[in-house]
């Protein structure tokens, strides 16, 4: 008998879930990320609608800035990249209305900025915009980490 015929289906369905607890472990985004990324997408919202176009600029340099570092930083923590394509169909959803609720915020930067002028409009997108990142982010990577588990999602490596 081979150390193959006697390994059981049982013993080999407990060590794919083990992997998949330990992918889902590593996966877990830093607590700093969504602050990250919330605080300048905030920003960028809020200058949109009451700053100079030359600050609006400098913004979105900021933003880029730091969604390159935070992905980089994550890539490099994890080895790993689970993005839309990869994601399970819950998580995917999720991501999907984190998208919309960013669309709203930015479209009230934008409207404040041509059309309204109270000011005020850009500032609660701008809210609206932090908290939805910062309270949305950790509850899509909670649905993500429960994906892999499930094994719905199968995250990319990095070579």
């Known amino acids: 008998m081979t150390d193959h015929e006697s390994y ?10 083990a992997s998949r607890d330990e992918l889902a472990r590593r996966m877990a985004t830093p607590w700093w990320y969504f602050w990250a990324i919330g605080t300048p997408l905030a920003a960028m919202v809020v200058a949109m609608g009451v700053a100079s176009n030359a600050i609006v600029i400098g913004i979105v340099v900021v933003l880029c800035l730091a969604i390159v570092l935070s992905v980089t930083a994550y890539q490099r923590k994890t080895g790993l990249w689970l993005g839309l394509a990869q994601a399970g169909p819950r998580t995917r959803i999720r991501w999907i209305l984190l ?61």
């Open 99 to 159: 998208g919309i609720v960013l669309a709203a915020a930015y479209a009230m930067g934008i409207a404040d900025r041509f059309f309204v002028h109270w000011g005020w409009l850009a500032v609660v997108g701008g809210v609206l915009a932090l908290v939805a990142y910062v309270v949305g982010g950790p509850l899509i990577d909670r649905q993500m980490r429960e994906d892999l588990r499930q094994g719905v999602s199968t995250p990319k490596p990095l070579r």
């Open 8 to 17: 059981d289906a049982a013993a080999a369905l407990a060590d794919v879930q």
